[in-house]
């Protein structure tokens, strides 16, 4: 798990409040990828960048912004969330973004909204 | 939904038995790959078995792929306390990377 880590990794927020979470990739990968997994539901792919480009947005809404400065590092801040947005929050990477390259993941985001 | 189906959702056997998961998918792969979970943490990769392969190995590991039913498996052999974790199938299709993940089954391994 130290090829990919994610900070925080718990987070609790108000509805209002404004915050951002971390991933960065020690791989030397291209690509990266924002994954949510809510309790009893499958992993749902949010976002992914390929060589720092966002190349799929799965109907996110936009209170959830991604950011991808480089290759190595992707954020995703957080803005008026809704209590259902609680889940565990996945960031994952793979050398170039088809589907026949591995993802490597990170252990999580915990994130609770009150 | 998208989303493939896994069978069983939970399947609970003691140490030392074999261990098979089905998942059922719904798109058009060019692949097929199978990850497992620890209780809250990341994904760890297991296998990815192609389209055009019927069968694929890795140590206890076996995955079976059938196109023309949609289905893959994924049997553990001589399972272990510690393959205790949820498992999941994802479809890989296209050229963006997008991975559609199955809804997983939870392995419980008593020692």
């Known amino acids: 798990e130290t090829g990919v880590t994610q900070t925080p990794r718990h987070l609790v927020m108000g509805m209002t409040n404004k915050k951002s979470l971390k991933c960065e990739q020690h791989?030397?990968?291209?690509?990266m990828y924002w994954y949510k997994q809510s309790a009893k539901k499958p992993l749902e792919l949010m976002f992914v960048?390929?060589?720092?480009?966002?190349?799929e947005n799965n109907s996110v809404p936009s209170r959830f912004s991604p950011e991808c400065p480089n290759s190595s590092h992707l954020f995703l801040h957080l803005h008026t969330l809704q209590p259902e947005d609680s889940a565990l929050y996945l960031c994952?990477?793979?050398?170039?973004?088809?589907?026949?390259?591995?993802?490597?993941f990170g252990p999580g985001t915990r994130l609770t909204v009150l | 939904s998208q989303q493939g189906e896994e069978d069983p959702q939970a399947l609970s056997i003691q140490e030392g038995e074999n261990a098979t998961m089905n998942c059922s998918y719904k798109?058009?792969?060019?692949?097929l790959q199978w990850y497992r979970q620890n209780s809250g943490r990341g994904l760890v990769h297991l296998i990815l078995?192609?389209?055009?392969?019927r069968e694929k190995h890795s140590g206890r590991l076996r995955v079976t792929l059938d196109t023309s039913k949609k289905s893959s498996s994924l049997l553990i052999t001589a399972s272990r306390a510690a393959d205790t974790a949820s498992y999941f199938c994802?479809?890989?299709?296209?050229?963006?990377?997008?991975?559609?993940f199955g809804q997983g089954t939870t392995l419980q391994v008593k020692p």
């Open positions: 994952a990477s793979s050398q170039v973004a088809v589907s026949t390259d591995t993802q490597y």
């Open positions: 791989l030397g990968h291209n690509a």
């Open positions: 960048y390929n060589f720092k480009e966002q190349t």
């Open positions: 798109t058009s792969i060019n692949n």
């Open positions: 078995i192609r389209s055009n392969e």
């Open positions: 994802a479809e890989g299709s296209g050229n963006t990377g997008k991975l559609i």
